[in-house]
């Protein structure tokens, strides 16, 4: 089977969904068990980077030689998902305003329906069954495929031809980070930027994103810019 027509991938935390807390206690947990460090590591700037980046920072900023984070770095990522997927029941992941909404009509619409994401995978979909929205997504490119985020962009790409026959030009990115916007650059990807994690539509509109919305709750917005193209 051949697509020819619209693919969109989404970012998830602070695009697709919020709330998911225990998140950051798996990678507390991880650090904890397998590094032994016990600082607080809530000051790290997480938005838009992956899991095995924002590992990586955290171990380097308290001081792990080198080649102790290495030896340890599979296994607490690996365990990071353990302690993740135990948990997800006891949060509170929802999707955010309008999301449910925009999956439908994109999915009645034909559009092809991906992800670019830092979380691991496992936890990706974790976090997306327990909000209620992991039937509209079956591939994309997770932190579990590497630490850089235009690697995760290729790796959909690369999923979106393999499994589902995408043979088409219209591909937007969708994120609420400059990183994302950053991630589409090397691909010439059109960019929609959202105001509905940690940055302002001002501070979006700085990373040369195509589009900058103030959230997805306006379908028809969404569904104008990417059927414009």
Not at 117 to 137: C, M, Q, S, V, W
Not at 141 to 150: A, H, L, M, N, V
Not at 151 to 171: F, N, P, S, T
Not at 189 to 194: D, K, N
């Amino acid at each position: 089977m051949t697509h020819n027509g619209i693919l969109t991938l989404f970012d998830i935390d602070g695009t697709l969904v919020q709330g998911a807390r225990c998140h950051y206690m798996a990678f507390v947990h991880a650090v904890s068990k397998f590094y032994g460090m016990e600082e607080d590591i809530s000051g790290i700037t997480y938005a838009g980077k992956t899991d095995p980046q924002i590992l990586r920072e955290v171990l380097e900023l308290g001081g792990v030689p080198e080649k102790l984070i290495n030896e340890n770095f599979q296994d607490c990522l690996d365990y990071m998902i353990q302690d993740y997927t135990a948990n997800v029941h006891r949060e509170n992941v929802m999707a955010l305003s309008g999301v449910n909404k925009l999956l439908d009509k994109l999915k009645n619409n034909n559009v092809l329906l991906g992800l670019t994401t830092g979380n691991l995978e496992p936890i990706a979909y974790a976090k997306l069954e327990r909000a209620g929205i992991d039937d509209y997504f079956s591939f994309g490119g997770f932190g579990s495929d590497s630490p850089k985020r235009p690697c995760l962009v290729e790796k959909a790409l690369e999923r979106a031809r393999k499994l589902h026959g995408y043979r088409g030009d219209q591909i937007f990115i969708i994120g609420d980070t400059p990183r994302d916007v950053e991630a589409a650059k090397p691909f010439n990807l059109s960019t929609i930027a959202v105001a509905t994690g940690s940055y302002s539509t001002q501070e979006l509109e700085k990373t040369g994103a195509d589009h900058v919305l103030e959230s997805l709750t306006d379908t028809d917005t969404v569904m104008k810019i990417i059927n414009k193209k």
